[in-house]
């Protein structure tokens, strides 16, 4: 499973957009990138999930250049309540099946 | 549609004792993992169970241990407990096949060993 590199924090305000950088550099050509947000004392909650150039949903949008050797979760307009952990994983899930592999997250931090 | 159900949601328990964590997964999906999230180790995968069977297992000693029913939902036990194995443990479940499908995860158990 590839390893993922993300900064350990970030602090935004209110309104603003929130882009979170993860590095993948040694990832193979099976992989699928998928994000993941954590509230304390709750249990991870999918957000979006890729394979290469853009994808988004109704919370949020996952860029991602055609090297694939990084991935940028965006945020549209945040409020206090997409203060949380995000985590990026990378992995083959048709041959690892559900065996997730976390990082350590990017803590985000929503000003008012 | 019910999430994913983790009972009890608190536990408090003394070393050497053995503890059973219980989840009940979304209604038709028939894959249960289980992780366990420390402050110092983060989320840790610890094994997988798909139609009553282990699919995939982490790094984890014997003393944890799961099982699968017919109705898909699953149990983890841990025997002997240890100070270290104070944790919060998460369940998630999803559909199964194809593999690439998001996992849903319930809110944990909190587990403290004294």
């Known amino acids: 499973l590839a390893k993922t590199t993300q900064p350990i924090s970030m602090d935004s305000y209110e309104g603003q957009e929130v882009n979170i950088t993860c590095s993948h550099n040694?990832?193979?050509?099976?992989?699928?990138i998928t994000w993941y947000q954590q509230f304390p004392s709750q249990g991870p909650r999918f957000i979006i999930q890729g394979y290469k150039t853009k994808v988004t949903n109704e919370v949020a949008s996952l860029f991602i250049p055609a090297d694939r050797k990084s991935s940028t979760l965006s945020l549209p307009r945040v409020s206090l309540s997409d203060t949380a952990v995000y985590y990026c994983?990378?992995?083959?899930?048709?041959?690892?099946?559900?065996?997730?592999?976390f990082g350590g997250g990017t803590r985000l931090m929503v000003k008012p | 549609k019910a999430g994913v159900t983790q009972t009890p949601r608190y536990l408090i328990k003394t070393r050497g004792q053995q503890v059973t964590l219980s989840c009940s997964p979304i209604?038709?999906?028939?894959?249960v993992s289980w992780y366990q999230q420390t402050p110092g180790q983060g989320l840790q995968f610890l094994f997988e169970?798909?139609?009553?069977?282990?699919?995939n297992k982490g790094n984890f000693p014997g003393r944890f241990s799961g099982r699968q029913f017919s109705n898909s939902r699953s149990e983890m036990n841990v025997s002997t407990l240890e100070l270290g194995d104070s944790a919060l443990y998460l369940c998630?479940?999803?559909?199964?096949?194809?593999?690439?499908?998001?996992?849903?995860f319930g809110d944990g158990t909190r587990l403290s060993i004294l």
């Open positions: 994983l990378v992995g083959d899930r048709l041959n690892a099946g559900n065996m997730l592999t």
């Open positions: 169970y798909f139609s009553e069977t282990q699919r």
């Open positions: 040694n990832i193979a050509t099976n992989d699928y």
């Open positions: 998630a479940s999803s559909p199964g096949q194809p593999a690439n499908q998001p996992q849903h």
């Open positions: 209604s038709g999906h028939r894959s």
